[in-house]
């Protein structure tokens, strides 16, 4: 989230999109409900079905699962042509001013530099006018220009009338244009207005470019840095916002830093790669924070190789991994089946290893068929975990999963007991980036262990049998860094010391050098005072400040909020640097007066910016520097040419698409988005699969454990797997509620209870009546043997966004029969 | 046991020459639903098993998202779903249910065994199971629908709007769960207006006909509830009139203390007969075989 959760109370409209809060974060939810008990805020929920969100929404809009894009970009449409948005911000605080170079052009639904064979962009083709190695560019304050960029996004919305949207969307043009009229009514200087939003908009081939359209309408209304503002992503678990924020994915290092890749030999090389260049406008320069690259960077490497790490050998950055290709989810799981590399010629096998921490592969990942075959493939598995899963148990899956007999499976499982959540202590990191220590409630039963220990004693093992043995490269495990008191069980308290940060020798104060910030040994205050000299140690320089001399900031629990505005500065930290509203800088206009005085963000008060910890130099007076800080633009970016497939959102239909796309058939879904050729990935085509699916969470379970329980509340709650029908199709299949009911995908099929509903309502898609249908994901074999069900990942297909990677369980294609 | 004999008791079952009267005023207690900010998320009925211990109950997907179709010994709190068509589009309303904690209980009325329900001073209606003979006509006399009996105890059960905690000055376990404040809890006079200002806030958001759902039939009940469409309580499986029978008001106000005069009347009436006219005598040769002394 760029705001918080409870900075929603203070929103006059609430856009709830792409999520079900209400289902999936009841707690955070009374935000909402406070915002419109206190301040009388309109809450809009748009969803294909009518969720429990929408139960308390002031308006519900339905609309056909994957096609948010048209929907978003019909309400930039309606903004800028009713003019409902706030000229004043998008001239200060966006890129809509910038002249945007000749090569740009969009035609029939692809962008200019499309290499058809790589099915990839060269982004060359979408840059800025000027020379970007220079410090001007071509702006137009007036935004007329036809060649800048407000200009362009006005034309590339053009065609996203309400009756294409309706068209496309199959939401009833009445009811969207109620949506606008709400949604666009936050546009004034002194309204604000939120959109929140969840996997209902990541889980997509085109996941990215629907945030992207939710980001520009927040933009062109001036929302975003404002309290009550903001784009508010909801994260799908407890601590997934931590874990991603201490590198959960092969692209990145803490603190979202890019990880190197092969070609790039020294930190010099990788510095090159990885900085922006600054851009700066005639009246705002860039801060374009990530020039201070180096200062995360060599702090990182000396947490990890501590005094191994010198400026003579790079500060060990040739131990630090490089990556060769593309080791996110889905292809990690497609070499693992196909037992071969994609990678240098197909010469390299498939991993032969895998480790499963606390993630259920055959569960979650799509295509279960898939998973199970390509874990059958491995040598040995290491799989840690509180319950016998399902990829536990994925050589046993029942024979519906087209798995192996067993006795043909050679892949040893290793089923390593760990503790639960309420056994460990540390932090979650929830989806307002608050880290928040949380106690251990009791020990773990029997043998199983913390994380940590299971972590710490499999290095220390791996590490005696490279001094034992030797091996390829066995320095970066020698001469890793672990200096814990208790090695095989380090204090987590500790290792959130480490991340935080910590002065290696005295830090000498920049304003006057006989004085000295911090003495060797001392926790650092925060990322400001990180050095490139190896004199600060950090493993994770956006969580710097957590564990200051003043001790563990995740254990603050003060409920003091002078501003009102809910931002309890002294409850626990919130990332970075304590700041609770990103962006902040946007809250106030060019002479740092607040948009509006009853929210205000920052305000400049002559001499520095007071508020909440500003989000810029506090000391750099309104016209020095714009608003946001981590782009080289130094201004929001209604125009994003760094994304893999295209600058501006535009629609497409999801890789099973249900029509021919009405804005360009030829390029139906999105051209960027790659598909996998394994013979289990299979893609349904509309003539034989009518219905859309989409899948979802309830909020009496989480994910697949919780039907593990025996005898639990939860399994009470909601005892079983099913699939909510509209009641049309329902009577037109003979389909009664409470029967049996297949639903079927060109990869498998599944069975359960049907569930007819009003909620789901017929929609008129390219003008034809069209259904769709859905079904919650909690269930699997191996629960609870009272509480089992299918696997809902059995029908979703091997489809990704190209530039996470992340899968499209939301949108594909299906039957349905009565069983 | 021992915190249930803190509380006073303002009335109790079967007990034919009224209640007994406290000497101090407690005031009323009431729990206040606003279905209109209820998302359904069950952590009510979560929270009643868990502090009530209620034993778990092996339910089955039917084909809606309300975990039982009623109450249930076992279950004494349960979200009712109900989704309709309405104004050109659809409604999902949510609605708790539970023992309604009436001002005149219907189900004490209707008890024919003494001090098996009472209702507190501070108008908490609850069962004594160790005086509850399992008759079941507190099942007639609740409009309501909400006294269920356990087959295995042969005794009632229903929400004790968490008596015990309410002693002990916390609130009802149900209120501290819900994550949403849907729920509050406090004097009858404070949820009233609590609900007040909720009904005026959703009829200034085109909600006419919004209501705070406190029946006057049965003169009120300490469960006050918010709804949007309060022209239909039926909607939210709600009576639109609740009151307690005709039938046990007649059985309990006139037919019983009646049929205790009757039978007061009778044994005072045999007694006096006796001692007016003495024993039966039986006259004949029966005497003799009877082993009757001579007369």
């Known amino acids: ?819 | 046991m021992s915190v249930q004999q803190n509380l006073e008791i303002r009335r109790s079952s079967a007990a034919v020459w009224g209640s007994l009267s406290g000497m101090r005023s407690v005031p009323t207690v009431s729990k206040y639903i606003d279905t209109t900010t209820c998302i359904g998320c069950k952590a009510c009925e979560a929270a009643c098993i868990e502090w009530n211990d209620l034993r778990h109950i092996a339910t089955e997907q039917t084909g809606t998202y309300q975990t039982l179709p009623t109450l249930h010994a076992e279950y004494w709190n349960l979200i009712r779903f109900n989704e309709r068509d309405f104004d050109g589009g659809i409604v999902w309303l949510m609605r708790k249910d539970q023992c309604m904690h009436c001002e005149e209980p219907g189900c004490l009325a209707a008890c024919p065994a003494p001090g098996a329900i009472v209702q507190y001073a501070n108008g908490i209606v609850d069962v004594n199971p160790d005086q509850c003979i399992g008759c079941r006509y507190c099942e007639t006399g609740c409009p309501f629908d909400v006294p269920r009996f356990h087959q295995t105890t042969g005794k009632m059960a229903k929400c004790t709007l968490c008596v015990d905690r309410v002693a002990v000055g916390l609130e009802p376990a149900c209120i501290k769960a819900c994550p949403t404040g849907c729920l509050q809890f406090g004097t009858k006079d404070d949820m009233v207006a609590l609900g007040s200002r909720r009904v005026d806030q959703l009829k200034g958001t085109g909600f006419a006909n919004a209501v705070l759902y406190n029946p006057e039939g049965v003169h009120g009940t300490g469960v006050v509830t918010v709804l949007a469409h309060g022209d239909h309580p039926e909607w939210y499986d709600l009576p639109r009139d609740p009151h307690v029978p005709l039938l046990v008001k007649f059985w309990k106000s006139v037919l019983r203390p009646l049929g205790g005069i009757a039978i007061f009347g009778a044994v005072i009436g045999a007694f006096a007969h006796y001692t007016k006219f003495g024993p039966k005598e039986v006259r004949g040769a029966d005497a003799r075989d009877r082993n009757l002394p001579d007369a």
């Open chain 1, 1 to 819: 989230m760029t705001n918080g959760w409870v900075d929603i109370k203070n929103a006059d409209v609430i856009l709830a999109m792409g999520g079900n809060p209400a289902e999936n974060h009841p707690v955070g939810f009374r935000w909402f409900l406070e915002a419109k008990k206190t301040r009388g805020a309109k809450l809009v929920a748009v969803d294909p079905r009518f969720t429990r969100t929408a139960a308390v929404a002031d308006l519900y809009a339905p609309i056909r699962p994957g096609t948010d894009i048209a929907f978003l970009n019909g309400l930039i449409r309606y903004a800028i042509d009713k003019k409902r948005y706030h000229e004043d911000y998008v001239k200060l605080h966006t890129n809509g001013p910038y002249i945007v170079g000749e090569k740009f052009a969009f035609n029939e639904g692809l962008f200019s530099g499309f290499d058809e064979a790589k099915s990839e962009y060269a982004k060359d083709n979408w840059a800025y006018q000027a020379d970007p190695k220079t410090t001007a560019y071509g702006t137009d304050p007036t935004m007329e220009n036809p060649r800048c960029v407000f200009q362009l996004l006005k034309a590339h919305v053009d065609r996203y009338t309400p009756e294409m949207v309706e068209r496309i969307c199959g939401t009833p043009k009445a009811t969207f244009v109620k949506v606008c009229e709400i949604v666009t009514s936050s546009y004034p200087a002194d309204k604000a207005g939120t959109i929140t939003y969840a996997l209902g908009w990541t889980q997509h081939s085109t996941g990215v470019q629907m945030i992207r359209a939710g980001a520009v309408l927040q933009l062109l209304l001036g929302n975003v840095g404002r309290p009550g503002g903001g784009m508010n992503a909801f994260r799908g678990h407890s601590n997934i916002q931590g874990a991603t924020d201490t590198a959960g994915t092969f692209e990145i290092l803490p603190g979202y830093l890019k990880t190197p890749t092969g070609p790039l030999a020294t930190l010099q090389a990788y510095y090159e790669n990885a900085v922006p260049t600054t851009m700066n406008k005639q009246a705002w320069a860039s801060m374009n924070y990530w020039t201070n690259y180096p200062k995360f960077m060599v702090s990182l490497l000396k947490a990890a190789w501590g005094k191994a790490a010198t400026k003579d050998n790079d500060w060990g950055y040739e131990w630090l991994p490089k990556v060769d290709g593309n080791y996110s989810w889905m292809y990690i799981f497609d070499d693992m089946y196909r037992g071969s590399s994609t990678r240098v010629g197909g010469k390299e096998p498939g991993p032969e290893g895998f480790i499963t921490f606390g993630m259920n592969p055959v569960g979650l990942g799509p295509n279960s068929k898939k998973m199970v075959a390509a874990l059958s493939k491995l040598k040995w598995m290491v799989v840690v975990e509180n319950v016998e899963t399902e990829t536990a148990r994925f050589w046993n899956a029942p024979k519906e999963y087209g798995g192996a007999e067993p006795s043909k499976i050679q892949t040893e499982v290793f089923l390593l007991p760990a503790a639960s959540f309420a056994e460990k202590d540390g932090t979650f990191t929830n989806s307002a980036r608050w880290l928040q220590w949380k106690w251990k409630a009791l020990d773990p039963p029997g043998q199983s262990k913390a994380d940590q220990e299971i972590i710490a004693r499999t290095f220390l093992a791996v590490r005696d049998l490279y001094k034992k043995e030797g091996g390829a490269l066995p320095d970066p495990i020698l001469k890793l860094s672990w200096s814990y008191p208790n090695p095989v069980n380090p204090d987590l308290g500790e290792v959130l010391k480490e991340m935080s940060g910590k002065a290696l020798a005295d830090i000498p104060d920049p304003k006057d050098k006989t004085k000295v910030l911090k003495t060797a040994g001392q926790q650092l205050d925060g990322f400001g005072q990180l050095q490139d000299d190896g004199t600060t140690s950090c493993g994770n320089w956006l969580h710097s400040g957590v564990y200051t001399e003043a001790g563990n900031n995740a254990q603050r629990r003060s409920t003091a909020d002078p501003t009102g505005l809910g931002m309890f500065h002294n409850w626990a930290f919130s990332w970075p640097a304590n700041r609770r509203i990103m962006y902040n800088r946007a809250s106030a206009d060019a002479e740092g007066k607040p948009w509006d005085p009853k929210r205000p963000g920052i305000v400049w008060n002559g001499e520095k910016w007071v508020g909440d910890v500003p989000d810029i130099k506090p000391d750099s007076p309104p016209g020095m520097y714009g608003a946001f800080i981590m782009l080289p633009e130094g201004v929001g970016r209604l125009y994003a040419p760094s994304l893999n497939d295209g600058p501006f959102p535009e629609h497409y239909e999801a890789v099973e698409a249900a029509i021919a796309n009405p804005l360009h058939p030829k390029v139906t879904s999105n051209p960027a988005s790659k598909k996998f050729s394994s013979d289990k990935d299979i893609y349904g085509k509309k003539e034989d699969f009518p219905i859309v699916c989409t899948t979802y969470r309830l909020t009496e379970h989480f994910h697949y454990w919780t039907q593990h329980q025996h005898k639990g509340t939860l399994n009470e709650l909601q005892p079983g797997f099913f699939v909510e029908l509209p009641e049309g199709l329902a009577k037109e299949r003979g389909i009664a509620n409470g029967s049996q009911v297949k639903v079927i995908s060109a990869r498998g099929e599944i069975q359960g209870v049907a569930m007819v509903t009003k909620r789901l309502q017929q929609l008129n898609i390219d003008g034809k009546p069209a259904w769709q249908i859905g079904f919650p994901i909690h269930w699997g074999f191996a629960g609870d043997p009272n509480h089992t069900g299918p696997l809902a990942n059995t029908l979703t297909p091997s489809a990704m966004d190209p530039n996470t990677w992340t899968p499209e369980y939301k949108a594909f294609l299906v039957r349905v029969e009565k069983a």
